[in-house]
């Protein structure tokens, strides 16, 4: 199965950015979707963004469109998160999580395989 690690997170300004790493290894990363997801604390986890397979299709919530973009590159077995334009409310530790998903559309609804450990992310107000 694949591994993952994130890294990237740390302290930055409102409206500063971060560019978050989910680093993969194991079994092929080209055949998972990759999916970020956060937690704040005394909150649920939820979704924050996701990619398909090849890199050619993404997904956000809402409350990151515009300010977030995920990409990937399976040549160096890696997923990343650009979060510009940082709020207080972004604060949380964020997560990537691979799953055997391939149709974002249904993408609420997949399983996970796959977990990091997470990365902090901290926007001071």
């Known amino acids: 199965q694949v591994q993952l690690v994130e890294s990237g997170g740390g302290l930055v300004q409102v409206g500063g950015s971060l560019r978050l790493t989910c680093a993969a290894s194991?079994?092929?990363?080209?055949?998972?979707?990759i999916t970020w997801f956060r937690q704040a604390p005394g909150t649920e986890r939820e979704f924050v963004a996701a990619i398909s397979r090849s890199g050619g299709t993404d997904a956000y919530t809402d409350s990151v469109k515009g300010r977030f973009t995920i990409s990937r590159n399976n040549a160096k077995n890696a997923m990343y998160l650009q979060m510009n334009s940082l709020k207080p409310e972004d604060t949380a530790v964020y997560y990537c999580a691979a799953s055997s998903g391939y149709n974002l559309a249904y993408l609420r609804s997949f399983d996970y395989t796959a977990w990091g450990q997470g990365t902090q992310v901290t926007v001071s107000s």
């Open positions: 194991g079994r092929t990363f080209s055949s998972y979707t």
